[in-house]
């Protein structure tokens, strides 16, 4: 059945609220899972709602926990999420730091004691929409080797970026460190559909196409074929958001996949920056203000057919998911009516 945006969005969130979730962090989820569903973004959107029931459930996630700004120094401030489901948090952190960027042209927020965060390049909606640059990292839940591993020590830990345009739609850019996002691996194992030879190793570090042997194993960073690249660019967003935020490792936090488990206590981190600060906004040389350059750059671009702007696809869904309402299966509208 086909339901409208704003109805899916109170269905799931009341059934957040009745797993254990506070009014506030159940709205919070809700949007941003249906959202990401909206975008056309399924392995974070309503097939994640009952994964966060159980964990609200069952302990994984703190359903009571009110973020709060933990520690603050200048334009650099971290917000502890209380080990509740991460969406609150990345909102305070997300506010807080685009005020301080106006006031100081440019700050960073890290959120410790978290959860999944979901679509990181969503968090970074409200940055654009203040005419700001938005960059986005996350660690999760150990599924990836180092350079020449074995064993999964890093999260897909993805990297997300939002530039805003001049009376046009922002880029967004948002790239998994694996070589594609796990939830995609785990709709295909639940779906009992085979995947694609290179996406992932099995327990014994082989590869394999079967989607439950790849969930039990480890996942391929981006580009493993054949360079360490991707291996070394999670390294980095570990790095940031663990030995920098202070959250805790990938390797440290048990599955999103699994009903037992502890609570994972992983980060996000976010830095937004002023262009106004830096380049200018549009005053100036007309060569030199930041909403000229981009719109040079993206004619540049387009010159050659076939070229998609990043982002282009998952507003054109949104929009139209907007008008259409979203697909939702009968037994799980049944379940969230409980």
Known sequence: ????????QALVASFLQRAGATPAMAQSTARALVLAESQGQG???????AQYATHLR????NGQAVPRILRRKGAALVVDAGEGLAFPACDLAVAAAIGAARELGVAMAGVVRSHHCGVLVDHLRAVAAAGMVGLGFANSPAAMPAAGGRHPI?????????FPRRDADPLLIDLSLSEVARGKVAVAAKEGRPIPLGWALDAQGQPTTDAKAAL???MLPLGAVSSPKGAMLALVVEL?????????FGFEA?????????????????????PGALAGHSGGAAGSSYLTRVEVLVAEMLKDEGVRLPGARREALRRQAEQDGLEVAEALFASWRG
């Open 1 to 8: 059945m086909k339901l409208p945006l704003a109805e899916v």
């Open 43 to 49: 392995g974070h959107g309503l097939s994640r709602v």
């Open 58 to 61: 069952n302990g994984r996630a």
């Open 154 to 162: 890093f999260g897909t830990n993805p990297v997300a970026a939002a």
């Open 216 to 218: 039990a194993g480890s």
């Open 240 to 248: 940031l958001v663990t030995a920098v935020i202070g959250a805790q």
């Open 254 to 274: 048990s599955s999103f996949f699994v009903d037992e488990g502890n609570r994972p206590g992983i980060g996000q981190a976010f830095i937004v920056i002023d």
